[in-house]
């Protein structure tokens, strides 16, 4: 379950279950489409999520800093391709 509340400027969101419990009782956790929960309190929190992923299976962690970002990328799902849509051009 999941509940969110309002006061002035901040965002409350508070999970029943801790995530991680969920995935460890699931035979096949990422077949839940748990990120959602995560895609919903970025967007209610209003977190830019410039960098996205094509998957779930894939884990994407963001280092922002003054001049350039980092990007790490995990691809859980094996041979499975992963796409990494960037908003803007970049330099490798």
Request: proline share 3%; glycine share 8%.
């Amino acid at each position: 379950m999941l509940t969110m509340a309002r006061r002035g400027n901040g965002l409350a969101i508070l999970l029943i279950m801790p995530i991680e419990i969920v995935f460890m009782r699931s035979d096949d956790p990422w077949s839940l489409q748990l990120h959602r929960v995560y895609k919903v309190a970025m967007d209610e929190a209003g977190i830019a999520g410039d960098y996205r992923v094509s998957m779930s299976l894939a884990e994407l962690q963001v280092y922002r800093g003054i001049v350039a970002d980092l990007l790490i990328l995990v691809n859980h799902g094996g041979s499975s391709e992963v796409t990494l849509k960037i908003p803007r051009d970049v330099e490798s």
